[in-house]
């Protein structure tokens, strides 16, 4: 099965940079997503990672290692509409995602 | 618009009764998989179809079935509702196989929100 684990909450301030964790345990791995969700919408897709480092994506990157399972998404130049949920996801062998709790951003002015 | 298109997109219903929500996935994909998400929680997968033919099963009670029919939509039927069924639910398209679309993951609706009164 799978397990992943965030951070519940996070709080950071417009212009900043906020590193979002996420921790997993998984039986064969097929990489792992990031999704951002607002409140009410659909999750929009951000990033994939499947192997090890870093992936850059204009203010959005991801990192990955899978020794440690674990991955987080930084975010740059924070700005006011980058507050919604962010949600780590790994697939199963069957192309199914298995989301984590997610982790509820709010940037302050 | 993503392409995956759900109806109704909000759904007022009364315990007991029953309810069908409606996935178009976005052309040319297969597999279509449903979410529920209740309130402050995760996303929990639900069920997957391909090509019309049950994949895979998750959290899913035994009141809710679906299926998906030869044009590739499907429908989530919901019954004997409760009032904890209230939630977001989702459906989201990908296409032919794991190996072509891990990398793009799912394109998801904008979801149905019922709320069981």
């Known amino acids: 099965g799978q397990n992943i684990d965030q951070p519940t909450e996070m709080t950071a301030t417009e212009g900043a940079i906020v590193q979002i964790n996420c921790t997993y345990q998984t039986s064969g791995f097929n990489g792992l997503f990031w999704y951002q969700q607002h409140a009410g919408e659909a999750p929009t897709f951000l990033s994939y990672n499947v192997l090890d480092g870093l992936e850059e994506k204009g203010r959005f990157s991801s990192f990955l290692s899978r020794s440690k399972g674990y991955s987080y998404l930084l975010l740059k130049e924070l700005q006011m509409k980058d507050s919604a949920s962010y949600l780590c996801a790994v697939p199963d062998g069957a192309n199914n995602l298995f989301f984590g709790t997610g982790t509820r951003l709010t940037v302050i002015p | 618009d993503s392409g995956v298109t759900q109806t109704p997109k909000h759904l007022i219903t009364a315990t007991g009764q029953r309810v069908t929500l409606r996935c178009s996935p976005r052309?040319?994909?297969?597999?279509v998989y449903w979410y529920q998400q209740s309130l402050d929680q995760g996303l929990q997968f639900l069920i997957q179809y391909y090509n019309g033919e049950e994949r895979a099963k998750g959290n899913i009670l035994e009141r809710f079935s679906a299926q998906q029919f030869p044009d590739l939509h499907s429908e989530l039927n919901l019954s004997s509702l409760e009032l904890g069924d209230s939630a977001l639910y989702f459906c989201?398209?990908?296409?032919?196989?794991?190996?072509?679309?891990?990398?793009?993951?799912?394109?998801f609706g904008s979801g149905t929100r019922l709320t069981v009164v």
């Open positions: 052309s040319g994909d297969l597999s």
């Open positions: 989201a398209s990908s296409g032919s196989g794991p190996d072509r679309d891990t990398n793009y993951g799912y394109t």
